[in-house]
């Protein structure tokens, strides 16, 4: 097939690691992590040779300073100047935030973020946040459920919108909700309905996902919960102690001499 002059073709890029930063809600310059950065564009044929050293120039051209949403416009701008029909870039990165979690003996809680724009040629961004929450609940209500709890879990609270919500916010919504759930003053009511887990992990989530609309200018918001039924790893190995390889070796030999 004989391509034409204007044709377009799809692009990727892939495991992309740079030193950036996110906003942070207790420090102004925001902070410090590393994201895996992963790029997908519709661009002309005649730029397709080009592509990848181009953005990988933009991308280095910055000090780690540079934050996503800076970023993000230093690419789609690249992207526009070659006419790309639309751009979707991605970011995927740890986030480490003092843990407010009541009873818990951990002082860091480690969260997992992903942040991601898309563009057409003649259109606005549409932005796309996630945050993944790890959570362990221990409470005594939870012996008033009829199924136990799988503990822990990671709360995925996913959102579209330009508002600025940090990822304390998103963690002080979930461990809030949490607490209100499970609060002395439900201890109660829990017991009189004999609450599963599925209805209580259900009121758990809309509650998330309640609050975070009420308090945030969002879109096509959803909550879910992911159960971590591995809470550490063990292994089995067979082996043969040098002793008794020593041993068998010395019957064999003995054997073969009589």
């Given at each position: 097939?004989?391509?034409?002059?204007?044709?377009h073709?799809k692009?990727?890029?892939?495991?992309?690691?740079?030193?950036?930063?996110?906003?942070?809600?207790?420090?102004?310059?925001?902070?410090?992590?590393?994201?895996?950065?992963?790029?997908?564009?519709a661009?002309?044929?005649?730029?397709?040779?080009e592509?990848a050293?181009?953005?990988?120039?933009?991308?280095?051209?910055?000090?780690?300073?540079?934050?996503?949403y800076?970023?993000?416009k230093?690419i789609?701008?690249y992207?526009?100047?070659?006419?790309?029909e639309?751009?979707?870039?991605?970011?995927?990165y740890?986030?480490?935030?003092?843990?407010?979690?009541?009873?818990?003996?951990n002082?860091?809680?480690?969260c997992?973020?992903q942040?991601?724009?898309?563009k057409?040629?003649?259109?606005?961004?549409?932005?796309?946040?996630q945050?993944?929450?790890?959570?362990?609940?221990y409470?005594a209500l939870?012996?008033?459920?009829?199924d136990?709890?799988?503990?822990?879990?990671?709360?995925?609270?996913?959102?579209?919108g330009?508002d600025i919500?940090?990822?304390?916010?998103?963690?002080?919504?979930v461990?809030?909700?949490?607490?209100?759930?499970?609060?002395?003053?439900?201890i109660?009511e829990?017991?009189d309905k004999?609450?599963?887990?599925?209805?209580?992990?259900?009121?758990?989530?809309?509650?998330?996902r309640?609050?975070?609309i009420?308090?945030?200018?969002?879109?096509?918001?959803s909550?879910?919960?992911?159960?971590?039924?591995?809470?550490?790893?063990?292994?089995?190995?067979t082996?043969?102690?040098?002793?008794?390889?020593?041993?068998?070796?010395?019957?064999?030999?003995?054997q073969a001499?009589?």
């Open positions: 097939m004989k391509n034409e002059p204007n044709s073709i692009v990727k890029i892939r495991n992309l690691y740079f030193p950036i930063k996110v906003r942070s809600k207790d420090h102004y310059n925001g902070e410090k992590t590393i994201a895996n950065i992963s790029i997908d564009s661009i002309e044929l005649a730029y397709g040779g592509f050293k181009k953005i990988i120039q933009v991308i280095s051209s910055r000090n780690e300073s540079i934050g996503i800076q970023l993000t230093e789609m701008d992207c526009n100047s070659i006419n790309a639309k751009t979707s870039i991605s970011y995927e740890p986030y480490f935030i003092n843990n407010m979690s009541f009873k818990s003996n002082k860091i809680k480690k997992f973020c942040f991601s724009a898309e057409d040629l003649l259109f606005e961004y549409k932005r796309k946040h945050v993944t929450v790890p959570v362990t609940m409470h939870l012996s008033f459920l009829e136990p709890l799988d503990s822990p879990i990671e709360i995925v609270v996913e959102f579209e330009d919500i940090f990822t304390e916010d998103i963690v002080e919504i461990e809030g909700s949490i607490s209100k759930i499970i609060g002395c003053n439900s109660g829990f017991a004999g609450m599963s887990t599925n209805n209580f992990k259900l009121r758990l989530l809309n509650n998330i309640d609050t975070l009420s308090k945030h200018n969002i879109s096509n918001c909550v879910k919960a992911v159960n971590q039924q591995a809470l550490y790893l063990f292994s089995v190995e082996i043969k102690s040098a002793e008794k390889m020593g041993l068998s070796g010395l019957k064999k030999i003995e001499l009589n």
